[in-house]
């Protein structure tokens, strides 16, 4: 009986080494009240924290994270930027999955295969993220693939973002009720509301971040944008921030005295701790591309202090952009940013290596935003004049289960003169193929769009209407790739996207306001010669709802163990020990 014990320990021992290492995790979400802006309200907490842990794995792990929904209302949690290889059953996004009700749990569970980079997870249902519910994630490189850059002495994450003091489900009613959500009450840092660098704007007793550095060493800022509307400038007060990243490409290495994040965004700098410490320095985050005289309470402050500093930061904040009004001026920032095409990425061949610009396009589509309007009484957004619709059964539950009429494969690949409507059209987009999408953005207001499941070339960007002949000027050796990009309103962004990985991927409005109002639609992307290889088979614990409600089972709470498959080995040995020295005696 020992002997065979042994075997079978040893043949799991076996199977595990066999395969990339994994990680287990559980997150709770729950309320629990905090006043970062010195205004009593309820954010939504994972673990009891705000913002929540952070995810910090290595390429190709295995990430297994048991979600526990203790909030009053449905729940996904979705993780952009990570393309989820053949597995879009754990987008976290309603066309993908069901949700998970409360009182009840998931165990989402993803590779992060060929990755790397800084990214943040958030809850994609009903504005949660309004409330909270974020937190980062760091996709580590492998020891044997060197990074483009000298090692950083630490990493600091700042998740910035603009803050109500209303809590997502009045921000909800006021969308629904046809009113803008208006200006924000102030910007987060870390979930904490701005150091008072101002007596008239910040009250007293409000707490602050505070970030300690060491003279002369260089740090790794990652710095995300995960607020509701707002683009932020992010400046540290007498330090250049040197780009090397951004949502898990390295770029070529600039300097920057400011940069502008837009909502969805992350980007990592180096920064080295080279001043004389004569006090601390102001870490800005403030609003951009509004009238930042009437906005100026929408700027959050965090202290970077010296372990040699000498008192306290005073003074005025860094200064902003004064192109507020010269937003061609500002275009040139984003226009700038270029792939490392020399860097290895995830894995030892160079990440440029795709010459994407050589490639015949298969497809264009032209995607317009326009303000909301009311449709059959209702305040709603378009794009392509749609406003989207959730299904009560996700895409692909329906495709295998053949419901009928659960959406259409009839999103235009262009704007049409048509009244607005609501509706289900999905993108149906070609295996292999590779399509040129044009982002229009002829809102108002600055937006930025994401794609759920790749990383796009962001080849071109400019103001006016796009045309064939804009295709003159687009990039075509060394643009970045990424997943969210900013269109500047009145303008258009250009991106091109290989469609290798089969699913049903979200296209989206990141700007939670726009968002929520119906601005998104789905790429339904199919191998019609599907044979078990590009395609995950659905979960053993996916979750059935709308037309397929009969077959959901009644979950079962299951809590993951944080035991890494690397660790498993010593687990083994002293289990061994003991076994044997049980049979011995």
Known sequence: MALLLLIHIALFSTLCFAADPSVFLDFKLSYITLSPLGV???????????????????????????????LDEN??????????????WQDGV???????????????????????GSFFYFPSLNFQRASGGFGPIIINNRNIIAIPFAHPDADIVLLVGDWYTKNHTALRTTLESGEELGMPDGVLINGKGPYRYNSTLVPDGIEYEI??????????????NVGTSTSLNFRIEGHNLLLVETEGFYTTQQNFTSFDIHVGQSYS???????????DYYIVASARFVNETVWERVTGVAILHYSNSKGPASGPLPVAPSD??????????????????TASGARPNPQGSFHYGSINVTDTYVIQSLPPVRIDGKFRATLNGISFVNPDTPIRLADLH???????L??????????????????NATYKGFIEIILQNNDTKMQSFHMDGYAFFVVGMDFGVWSENSRNNYNKWDAISRSTTEVYPGGWTAVLVSLDNVGVWNLRVENLDRWYLGQETYMRIINPEENGKTEMVPPDNVIYCGALQSLQKESQSSSAMALHCGNFKLFLTVAITILALYFHF
Do not use: E
């Not at 970030?211 to 995300?224: C, E, L």
């Open 211 to 224: 970030i300690n550095v060491d003279p002369g060493k260089t740090y790794r800022f990652r710095v995300h």
């Open 410 to 427: 009839d999103f235009p690949n262009k704007p049409h003169d048509r009244t607005p409507h609501m509706d289900r059209s999905v993108i």
């Open 94 to 116: 309603l066309g993908t999955n069901c949700p998970i009700h409360p009182k009840k749990n998931f165990t989402y569970r993803f590779q992060v295969k060929d990755q790397i």
């Open 75 to 88: 729940l996904l949690m979705t993780w952009p930027g990570i393309q989820m290889r053949r597995n879009s």
């Open 402 to 408: 053949k419901v009928k009429g659960a959406y259409k």
């Open 324 to 341: 507020i009004y010269n937003q061609w001026s500002a275009m040139n920032q984003p226009r700038a940013i270029r792939q490392n095409t």
């Open 269 to 279: 700098f180096l920064v080295t701790m080279d001043q004389n410490a004569t006090k």
């Open 40 to 70: 009593p309200q309820r954010v939504i907490a994972v673990n009891g924290a705000f913002p929540g842990p952070v995810v910090n794995v290595t390429t190709n792990y295995n990430v297994n994270i048991n979600v526990h929904n203790q």
